[in-house]
């Protein structure tokens, strides 16, 4: 049974590695809709809906940080979660599944891959898997508005779903987003560099100007900024297709280098060497 790297991606999200790594982590949020929030703290970026039928969340990050995420839910809406939804499977969006789960019965909804690829790890705990899983999509009607969930294959993992609430007008296109930093393609979980650019792509022709976005990382984005985002991932990988067409090793690219342009774009753990040996 082949094991996920799930603690390996924890660490490397720009966490120190200390053991108490998670002691001094806040869970922050900003409201984008009504009764929509972002939520923010160690990992990827979630999304809370809150109403008349419950709350609804979009990833739930490690599970160190489960009890003060559940907090800070019962804070702003005095509810327990009652659906999650994966975007996919890496342990920064799924880590308080079992907590979830276990202490508020929550009901958790992926990908099938991303049951899958869960399901093969042993350090994941059974009762912290997707309950429900689909194929293509499916959609929730919940606290007043359509809640589409879609699979777009071979972006970031094999099992990436983005969420876009209609009536609000706000996507939450997990890590198919890495907002204002290069993006980490999972290459070795079914991700590639033209499937993710295809999926921006077809998210893009799909919101519109005022759609308020939460990136799977990142702060909270427009349209515009999405736009960025694929520009730049356009350009950079036609650089290095042009080193590479010219005969160039990686290493001489990593050497050359970007353009100057793209260096406010490296971070921790994806810097402008990592980001042009997944282009490569």
């Given at each position: 049974m082949r094991k996920l790297l799930i603690s390996g991606l924890m660490a490397a999200f720009a966490l120190p590695a200390a053991a108490d790594r998670f002691e001094d982590v806040t869970i922050e949020h900003n409201e984008v809709a009504d009764n929509i929030y972002m939520l923010t703290g160690a990992g990827g970026n979630m999304l809370m809906?809150?109403?008349?039928?419950?709350?609804?969340?979009?990833?739930?990050?490690?599970?160190?940080?489960?009890?003060?995420?559940?907090?800070?839910?019962?804070?702003?809406?005095?509810?327990?979660?009652?659906?999650?939804?994966?975007?996919?499977?890496?342990?920064?969006?799924?880590?308080?599944?079992?907590?979830?789960?276990?202490?508020?019965?929550?009901?958790?909804?992926?990908?099938?891959?991303?049951?899958?690829?869960?399901?093969?790890?042993?350090?994941?705990?059974?009762?912290?898997?997707?309950?429900?899983?689909?194929?293509?999509?499916?959609?929730?009607?919940?606290?007043?508005?359509?809640?589409?969930?879609?699979?777009?294959?071979?972006?970031?993992?094999?099992?990436?779903?983005?969420?876009?609430?209609?009536?609000?007008?706000?996507?939450?296109?997990?890590?198919?987003?890495?907002?204002?930093?290069?993006?980490?393609?999972?290459?070795?979980?079914?991700?590639?560099?033209?499937?993710?650019?295809?999926?921006?792509?077809?998210?893009l022709d799909r919101i519109t100007d005022d759609t308020v976005i939460i990136p799977g990382h990142g702060p909270l984005a427009s349209k515009e900024d999405y736009r960025a985002f694929l520009a730049m991932m356009k350009e950079t990988k036609a650089e290095v297709d042009t080193m590479k067409q010219q005969g160039m090793t990686l290493d001489e690219v990593k050497t050359k280098g970007l353009s100057d342009k793209w260096k406010d774009w490296s971070w921790s753990f994806i810097n402008e060497e990592r980001w042009i040996t997944t282009l490569y």
């Open positions: 809906s809150s109403g008349d039928d419950g709350v609804f969340l979009v990833d739930d990050q490690y599970t160190q940080v489960a009890e003060r995420i559940a907090e800070k839910i019962q804070e702003l809406s005095g509810e327990e979660v009652h659906y999650i939804l994966n975007t996919h499977f890496h342990g920064d969006h799924v880590g308080s599944n079992m907590w979830f789960a276990n202490n508020q019965s929550s009901t958790i909804f992926a990908h099938d891959h991303v049951r899958e690829r869960l399901s093969n790890d042993d350090s994941f705990n059974e009762t912290g898997l997707p309950a429900v899983t689909f194929d293509s999509g499916i959609t929730f009607h919940f606290n007043d508005d359509t809640i589409y969930v879609f699979h777009l294959p071979a972006g970031h993992t094999d099992g990436d779903s983005a969420v876009w609430f209609k009536d609000a007008n706000v996507l939450h296109p997990g890590d198919l987003f890495f907002n204002e930093r290069f993006p980490f393609i999972d290459l070795k979980s079914g991700g590639d560099v033209d499937g993710y650019i295809a999926n921006v792509e077809n998210l």
